[in-house]
């Protein structure tokens, strides 16, 4: 589904990731896990097309699309929910969750979409028509992750989507995810929740000063010593 090879992300001069190499297979749940300013959301921005790569490739079945307009990356089947949820307040849900269906095959299913995310998210049929920032935090995030999917990806991309959230509401986002996850969506995680993130996942790379330090399935790197300490407090 997704290779980034040796991709490399700068800010000017300043170099943001170097040399990562992560890969996300169909319909498989990775996670990227990290300190603050590790680099993960530079990253996952430009698996969406945010950033460009000042080197390396990106490659999404089989074809290089790190040259592609940012435009066209939604066309990829890749749909990102950004770290903020980065909702227009003013309108309401039903009118957020529609500006995710722009694609000429994302409107032909509208509908469909629609009541396929309410099912998903109950909360938000109750409240379809209040405006978006009438909502909690937790409504919100559920909200930015049904405007995500009303464009029909294949790629989910999710940029902490835990932030600031009570854990039972942390809970049921990550019950949601795993659902998507199992209907076929490939889910890339990025999360400062490392426990939880290592549960929902099949695989988790761990990102540290713009570079992947660790790889591999969760039960391996539980045992791994440094992120024992550095991250699970054993």
Do not use: W
């Amino acid at each position: 589904m997704l290779e980034l090879r040796n991709a490399c992300v700068s800010y000017g001069a300043a170099p943001a990731v170097s040399n990562a190499n992560v890969r996300v297979g169909d319909a498989e749940l990775v996670v990227i896990v990290g300190p603050n300013g590790a680099g993960k959301t530079t990253l996952i921005n430009a698996v969406a097309g945010l950033h460009p790569l000042a080197s390396g490739a990106l490659v999404v079945g089989g074809r290089d699309i790190s040259r592609l307009p940012r435009h066209r990356f939604c066309d990829e089947g890749i749909a990102l929910v950004p770290e903020g949820r980065r909702l227009f307040t003013e309108m309401s849900v039903k009118e957020n969750l529609e500006l995710g269906s722009y694609r000429k095959a994302a409107r032909l299913r509208r509908a469909e979409s629609l009541t396929e995310i309410q099912g998903l998210f109950p909360v938000l049929r109750e409240r379809l028509h209040a405006p978006a920032g009438t909502l909690s935090g937790g409504q919100q995030q559920m909200l930015a992750i049904g405007r995500a999917l009303m464009a029909l990806p294949r790629l989910l991309l999710l940029d902490e989507p835990s932030l600031g959230l009570a854990p039972v509401v942390v809970h049921e986002l990550f019950r949601v995810i795993r659902e998507i996850n199992a209907r076929g969506v490939a889910v890339l995680l990025v999360e400062q929740n490392v426990a939880m993130a290592l549960d929902l996942a099949r695989r988790a790379y761990v990102l540290e000063e713009g570079r992947i330090v660790a790889e591999g399935p969760p039960r391996e790197l539980r045992r791994h010593p440094h992120i024992e300490r550095a991250y699970l407090g054993r």
